[in-house]
């Protein structure tokens, strides 16, 4: 966004002047982080959220489809065991994002509990927004969501 400022495409774009503002591209983040956490709030209210490490445990050895949430700052082995068990229910060409752009205090803030490191969200209605916005808040900033590892891909030490 700022590249854009500096070269004029606002102006050319518009086709007139256009003074943008040098802090644009940090507003922009702030506010697709603010519309992500808020649609995850929303989803907890719709019932589409399950958090704590053997709740989303328990929900990703169920039948349903869910995308899991990792606190960016959640241990490395928690994360890769519940990694895990989201390749274990993906098909073979079914490939499920592992999201883990927000710390634990924004995700905790947002579901309205303390200290939540991992949560599920049920890709339908309300839950289907939050990935959405977390995906495009992810994108803007330069991060690739994460993929579920293969089954027989070997374990990586991160720490």
Avoid: W
């Amino acid at each position: 966004m700022n590249k854009a400022a500096k070269q004029k495409s606002f102006a050319r774009g518009f086709r007139q002047p256009v003074t943008v503002d040098p802090d644009l591209a940090d507003k922009v983040e702030e506010l697709l982080r603010r519309a992500a956490l808020q649609n995850l709030a929303l989803a907890n209210k719709a019932g589409c959220v399950v958090a704590g490490f053997s709740k989303v445990e328990k929900a990703l050895a169920g039948d349903r489809r869910m995308v899991l949430l990792h606190a960016s700052d959640a241990a490395a082995d928690g994360r890769r065991k519940l990694d895990r068990l989201v390749h274990a229910g993906a098909g073979a060409e079914e490939e499920k994002p592992l999201l883990a752009c927000f710390t634990s205090a924004e995700v905790s803030s947002a579901l309205g509990r303390h200290n939540v490191m991992h949560a599920a969200i049920i890709q339908d209605g309300a839950g289907r927004n939050f990935i959405g916005a977390a995906l495009r808040f992810m994108r803007y900033v330069g991060e690739d969501p994460e993929i579920a590892p293969a089954a027989d891909a070997p374990e990586q030490d991160t720490e």
